[in-house]
């Protein structure tokens, strides 16, 4: 694999390459290559997972102060789930880094959800070995968190209700959500949502489904009260 690529990508520079390649090593390739001396990234992908739930945990547990625990358990969950890390790892193209035994090449091993989900997690290990917390922290910081606040896992969790919860708390008021546009052809059309507190527009939001625009129209009516 072409490490000095992807260090170059990432804007990283690792002390010891032979962490980044073992994290990218499949053990089919390792299967395959039994006369070298090659270690898959089963064990970095055991602790990338433990670096990962904390620094997910710390950010849900900073970000949102109001968020009672079983709300940030479930976004978690929506969070380092295998499709999610499978999207984090496609966006950072990793799978072309990837060291593949032929039969794991051959069946599509590069686009596997499992084997991307993995490398991504083998990935976060081997940068905290090599740069400590603060530098995995840092790289979640550019590629994962800004993902969250954009509400990309708003499908986990029901802002409409907690925005119902916090009027009824703290605000007396009535809410109203209206579907304002849809854009797109039909078979790839995208909703825009906006809320209104006592008639004030205080949340817009964008989505696939009218649900989840209305979701994410909610979570920025949040925002903007917890900010």
Not at 68 to 80: D, Q, S
Not at 135 to 140: G, I, N, S, Y
Not at 172 to 185: A, L
Not at 200 to 219: D, F, W
């Amino acid at each position: 694999m072409d490490v000095e690529q992807l260090e170059q990508q990432l804007n990283l520079s690792f002390n010891n390459h032979e962490l980044i390649k073992q994290a990218f090593t499949h053990s089919s390739y390792v299967n395959e290559h039994r006369k070298e001396v090659f270690s898959d990234n089963e064990r970095l992908e055991f602790l990338g997972d433990a670096v990962l739930e904390l620094g997910v945990s710390q950010y849900l547990f900073r970000k949102n102060k109001k968020m009672p625990e079983g709300e940030m358990t479930k976004l978690r969950a929506a969070i380092v789930c295998e499709p999610s890390l499978m999207n984090f790892a496609q966006d950072l193209h990793f799978g072309k880094y990837l060291l593949l035994g032929k039969g794991e090449e051959q069946t599509g091993g590069r686009e596997r959800p499992a084997i991307l989900a993995d490398v991504f997690e083998a990935f976060l290990g081997a940068l905290y070995l090599d740069q400590g917390f603060e530098q995995a922290l840092q790289f979640l910081e550019e590629h994962v968190f800004p993902k969250i606040k954009s509400g990309t896992f708003s499908h986990a969790m029901d802002y409409k209700s907690q925005l119902q919860e916090y009027i009824q708390q703290y605000k007396n008021g009535s809410i109203e959500y209206k579907i304002v546009d849809e854009k797109g052809p039909s078979h790839n059309k995208e909703f825009i949502a906006n809320v209104r507190i006592n008639d004030e527009i205080t949340g817009e939001g964008i989505g696939r489904t009218k649900k989840e625009a209305e979701q994410r129209a909610a979570k920025k009516a949040l925002d903007k009260f917890h900010a």
